[in-house]
């Protein structure tokens, strides 16, 4: 079984695997869209998370690190992941596209976990499960401007810390890993939150 990380997961593996490669799947698009009222905002002020969308355009891509897990662990991955996205998200099978990186880039990546020297030849596309957010489960946020968005993620904190460390972590880890990828949606609101962040610092 494999499991694709989209999100805090391509940082934040809290699980065994054997594997794990750098890649992309296609027709979806990453989206701060979900609420987060129990890793990084609460009932009372819910943070911002990313989701999936199907995309109108069937070559999007979204960028990620697929995980191999061995047969013997499944059950208590699966239950695991059940258990941390518990806010509104649910299992499904896409097909994943495992990248070659360049040499400079797999030793980035290589230095910092994502993947291993023996992860970096061509292999095939092949089926894993992602989790993802519909758009009627009761934390779906909807379509907010990139403003709306970071002024909720700017102040929200949660038991697994606050919101802009997860955007943060989240920009960080995408440009490691394949650093010639844009996501506009992602970098956008990143720039947006930082100058929130400018203007609180100057103002204490």
């Excluded at 040499?103 to 290589?110: D, H, I, Q």
């Excluded at 023996?118 to 907010?144: C, V, W």
């Excluded at 996501?183 to 929130?196: C, I, K, N, P, S």
């Amino acid at each position: 079984m494999w499991v694709f990380g989209y999100g805090s997961l391509i940082w934040k593996v809290d699980f065994p695997y054997e594997r794990k490669l750098v890649g992309y799947i296609k027709g979806y698009i990453r989206r701060f869209y979900q609420k987060s009222t129990d890793h990084r905002g609460v009932p009372s002020k819910p943070g911002r998370v990313v989701t999936l969308l199907a995309s109108n355009n069937p070559d999007d891509q979204v960028w990620g690190v697929a995980y191999k897990i061995a047969t013997e662990d499944i059950d208590s991955v699966v239950n695991h992941l059940d258990f941390r996205e518990k806010g509104g998200y649910e299992r499904k099978k896409v097909l994943f596209y495992p990248c070659n990186p360049t040499a400079e880039n797999a030793n980035n990546s290589s230095r910092l976990g994502l993947i291993s020297s023996a992860d970096q030849e061509e292999e095939k596309p092949f089926q894993l499960t992602i989790y993802i957010g519909h758009e009627d489960n009761p934390n779906f946020a909807g379509a907010e401007d990139i403003e709306t968005i970071a002024s909720h993620i700017i102040d929200a904190h949660g038991p697994s810390g606050a919101n802009t460390e997860y955007l943060y972590k989240l920009s960080s880890a995408m440009r490691t890993i394949m650093p010639g990828v844009i996501d506009d949606h992602l970098f956008g609101l990143e720039a947006a939150v930082r100058r929130l962040d400018d203007d609180k610092n100057n103002d204490s």
